[in-house]
């Protein structure tokens, strides 16, 4: 039987957290001068209400207990619930509710697509209130996928349990202390990559909300242009790294972190992470160079970003690639379906579901030719468990399958075909721009029908629920 109170009780919590954090953005339009601090403090005031009657009652004087299933149930209610009231700041600007529960939701879910236009004129409060989701949606995103996701046995992801026979593979001892690694590894990216922005010529905001962005892999800038809008080789190069960095596993940082720099290359998925950026990039680059008359060290750089960009599932954009020609678009399009490691910030497929499904096409092969031999399946030094390779194909089955029916439902909405598949596609993956004039880089999502943002809004919200968690609600032996 799943217990409510601690779930009451954590969601309260988790709005009272969100509504101190408007606080910031509001105190920084009042610093400005902007007639938007009234609507946060507002905002925030509502939030805290709410959020004082859930903990009220969920109250118990004993410990908090969270099984699994609680754990679950909270994780899917925490999304809704919060977006919810995140997205009431953004009602003071004049959207509808069906935009700022979009841009709310594309901003917890870092999927980074947007209905805001003019954000060069708009007012800092909005824009430090969008990064901030970023930055509060990336860290819950580590958690979940490190804490909650590997015990559902779903898509593979019981390959990273952090509890198994070998105590040494442990990071942390406690949930606790895995969390307060994380956060510790998490906000110390941000600082260094906001130093570092800063260091090579962005001011400090747009430094701030460029580096919550890019850790999270987020994507939201603070200029329409994106980071096209700096014109900067050297803030290009390290917004790449530090947009890959965001799509590591936060385990392995953590063991950077304490000493052993060996593991982040150790890590299987490391290694094919980088391996398939440089692959990509370079192809891509001499492609670029050659067909744009371009220097190589240009185009690599221009590929390099844009690639990484759309692989972390980042979708910051330093030029509208859509027109670089058809090759270049149908590259970027299948990259939308590719995403960084599982235990980041990052969406999409998640790189070793890739390896896994390689890995059994391989050993399928290899059963052709010699029927008689025995494949053993090996992931990261471990055997792979028998019930990972089936969760794998079932995952990769139902997300194109996914993909398929969102694109039909938009398409039913009198979108194009382009617009309704990249959308669908880059919803699911948490990417952001898509391909097209309305939901390209220079696309603008708020020409889209209302319908149209809220089953993108959900379908985003699927994406950071890896999709099947979904129909875990609908076994009886979760609920038993």
Known sequence: MVQLRPIALTLGLLLCVLAAAMLLPGAVAGADGSQDWPVFVASAAFTLFIGGLLVAVGYNKGPIRLGLREGFVLTTLSWVVVTSFAAVPFTGLGLTYADAFFEAMSGLTTTGATVLVGLDGLPRGILLWRALLHGIGGLGIVVMAILILPYLSIGGMQLFQMESSDRSEKVAPRAAGLMMAISGVYVGLIAFCTISYVALGMTFFDAVCHALATISTGGFSTHDASFGFFASPSLEMAGTLFMALGAFPFVVLIKAMHGDLPAVWRDAQVRGFVS???????????WLALSRD???????????????SVVTT???ASTDYNLWGPFAVSMFFLLTFVGGCTGSTA??????????AGMLTRGYLLNLISPNRVVTLVFNGRRVPEDVPFSVIAFLAV????????SVVLTAMDLDFVTALTSAATALGNVGPGLGEIVGPAGNFATLPAAAKWTLSFTMLLGRLELFTVLVLFRPEFWR
């Open 347 to 356: 969406g999409g497929i998640k790189i070793y579901r890739l390896q896994m």
């Open 399 to 406: 997300y194109m399958a996914t993909v398929g029916i969102v």
């Open 276 to 286: 398939f950026l440089a692959v990509i990039s370079l192809l891509l680059g001499i």
């Open 294 to 308: 371009l220097s190589l060290l240009t185009a690599l750089r221009m590929v390099a970003f844009n690639v990484t």
């Open 314 to 316: 980042t979708g910051f």
